[in-house]
């Protein structure tokens, strides 16, 4: 198992793979990482900002979102959440609170 516990370590990993697109670059860091807790959300699917991927399911399945950010969302809970966020959520994950 890979433990990465900075910023510069998980730098390195995608450095030694060579030149990788936006995408491709994320998915590896949400491999790695695990994925973003910045998440979009449509129609009870919520998915990771930073590589897209579902992350949950609140229509079919049970899905606790209390502890997300939610794409979009500029209210006090998703606000305090974002502030107990650390590196490993936010690093290439996009601003959730910047103007559409």
């Known amino acids: 198992m890979i433990h990465i516990n900075t910023e510069q370590e998980l730098m390195a990993k995608p450095e030694a793979l060579g030149e990788l697109d936006e995408d491709t670059r994320n998915d590896v860091v949400c491999s790695l990482l695990g994925h973003s807790d910045i998440q979009d959300a449509c129609f009870g699917y919520y998915y990771c900002a930073r ?24 209210c006090p809970v998703c606000r305090a959440n974002y502030e ?17």
């Open 51 to 74: 590589c897209g991927d579902q992350v949950g399911d609140a229509c079919c399945g049970i899905y606790d979102s209390s502890d997300v950010v939610v794409m979009g969302h500029d």
């Open 84 to 100: 107990k966020l650390d590196w490993r959520h936010k690093i290439f994950a996009p601003d959730p609170f910047a103007p559409n």
